[in-house]
């Protein structure tokens, strides 16, 4: 079946523009993550969807980053006013239920961000 | 804060090794330990999952440990092959919490040389 998809896949922006990436998570799954991959950092957790609870907002660094989840399916990420140091992988990963420990996420194959 | 350290940051071997990879972390108060392997340009695909009450699970070639109280997970890897080649990741997922509370340390990259 089909994996979870991201676009675009690739996304050059000027300083200060603003940017939307989406994720496509794999039917089915309650739960949406979205992760940073800086150059030589670890993942940084962003932010997290479970169904139509209120998201976790807890990692998003500052109020330039958004997102949302429509319908419990695709989500946006939205970057406003870019700046440099967000250039970087950006990752959504799903997951049928987070609650189970035995539960794995999926990963897309990421948007990699370049801001000029 | 929960910390997690991958040693060595890149490895080189030839094919048909057998070798190991490291992952420690400093708080043993963990739920599970995942490894994933990261091809360029592509996602995270998971490798091996082993809940805190396990010590290793096994998935073809690749064996993965846990040490819960050491802080230490190990993945091994029999008969290396060139396909091998990728990024090595652990990721910790702490006790209290969920997927999004996971620490992942910064890799090990793999190169298996034919």
């Known amino acids: 079946g089909a994996g979870v998809s991201q676009s675009p896949s690739n996304k050059v922006t000027e300083k200060g523009k603003d940017v939307e990436l989406r994720c496509d998570p794999i039917?089915?799954?309650?739960?949406l993550y979205w992760y940073r991959q800086s150059l030589g950092q670890g993942l940084e957790f962003l932010i997290y969807?479970?169904?139509?609870?209120?998201?976790?907002k807890s990692g998003l660094p500052s109020d330039r980053f958004s997102a949302e989840r429509t319908g419990g399916s695709v989500s946006t990420l939205t970057i406003q006013r870019t700046q440099q140091e967000d250039s970087a992988v950006y990752l959504c990963a799903s997951s049928l239920d987070p609650s189970g420990g035995a539960e794995t996420q999926y990963f897309g194959p990421g948007t990699r961000l370049l801001v000029l | 804060k929960q910390e997690v350290t991958q040693i060595p940051a890149a490895l080189s071997v030839p094919e048909g090794e057998n070798l190991v990879l490291n992952c420690s972390f400093t708080?043993?108060?963990?739920?599970?330990l995942q490894w994933f392997r990261q091809d360029p340009g592509k996602g995270l695909t998971s490798l091996l999952l082993?809940?805190?009450?396990?010590r290793e699970q096994t998935s073809g070639r690749l064996n993965a440990s846990l040490d819960k109280s050491s802080g230490r997970s190990t993945l091994y890897i029999a008969a290396s092959q060139p396909g091998d080649s990728a990024t090595y990741l652990c990721a910790v997922r702490p006790y209290s919490g969920g997927y999004q509370k996971v620490t992942f340390g910064t890799g090990t990259k793999l190169q298996v040389i034919p």
């Open positions: 708080d043993s108060a963990i739920y599970n």
């Open positions: 082993i809940q805190s009450s396990q």
């Open positions: 039917s089915g799954h309650t739960a």
């Open positions: 969807f479970q169904g139509n609870s209120a998201p976790d």
